[in-house]
């Protein structure tokens, strides 16, 4: 069992960066697939961006490529997004995701075993 702990999360204006983590225990981070999803108010949730066990892969959504960036460390079992120039619309409460089956990264909601409990982003303009 996987337990994962959402970090860094917070407001800030238009413009300004945050960088997330994501905390990996109960297994080995190596075994997984990681990813980033949100979901803003009255919205399904929806991906952001995936890492792969190596970390060699890496893809996002179109909505945040060039903007954000997806990491992880194996030495601290921990995953990143390092977000720039962020925008109103991305406020939402973000959720990083674990998943041990897909074979190099994976965009599917319902293709992760594990989620953590989310952490809230607000950006006012």
């Known amino acids: 069992q996987v337990q994962l702990v959402e970090s860094g999360g917070g407001s800030v204006q238009a413009g300004g960066s945050l960088r997330l983590s994501c905390a990996a225990s109960g297994g080995t981070f190596g075994d997984y697939i990681m990813g980033w999803f949100r979901q803003a108010p009255g919205k399904e949730r929806r991906f952001v961006a995936t890492?792969?066990?190596?970390?060699?892969?890496?893809y996002y959504a179109d909505s945040v490529k060039g903007r954000f960036t997806i990491s992880r460390d194996a030495a601290r079992n921990t995953v990143y997004l390092r977000m720039k120039n962020l925008k109103p619309e991305d406020t939402a409460v973000y959720y990083c995701?674990?998943?041990?089956?897909?074979?190099?990264?994976?965009?599917?909601?319902?293709?992760?075993?594990?989620w953590g409990q989310g952490t809230q982003v607000t950006v006012s303009s």
């Open positions: 890492i792969s066990r190596s970390g060699g892969t890496a």
């Open positions: 995701a674990a998943d041990q089956s897909a074979a190099v990264v994976t965009t599917l909601y319902s293709q992760y075993d594990y």
